[in-house]
């Protein structure tokens, strides 16, 4: 596949702090997560993974009491608006 070459320029300071840091805690290079950050915003049709339920992942009830205290505790919710 062949790629073009961009150089962009004016980035601001925060910007540059906030793209170094993510690439260095997700270990991709710079250049590649720009890339991927790009594609995102460009091109949502493309194979974006969402990320924003992660923290749900592997929260499900662990016994029966829990999910029977979920319960209880969405029924007890008001059922009228407020």
Do not use: C
Not at 39 to 68: C, M, Q, T, Y
């Amino acid at each position: 596949m062949s790629s073009i070459q961009y150089t962009v320029r004016g980035v601001p300071p925060e910007l540059d702090a906030e793209l170094r840091r993510e690439a260095r805690t997700t270990g991709k290079t710079l250049n590649a997560l720009v890339v991927e950050t790009l594609e995102h915003a460009k091109l949502p049709s493309s194979a974006v993974i969402h990320d924003d339920l992660d923290w749900f992942i592997g929260s499900a009830p662990s016994s029966e009491n829990d999910l029977d205290d979920a319960l209880a505790w969405l029924a007890a919710l008001p059922t009228e608006p407020v």
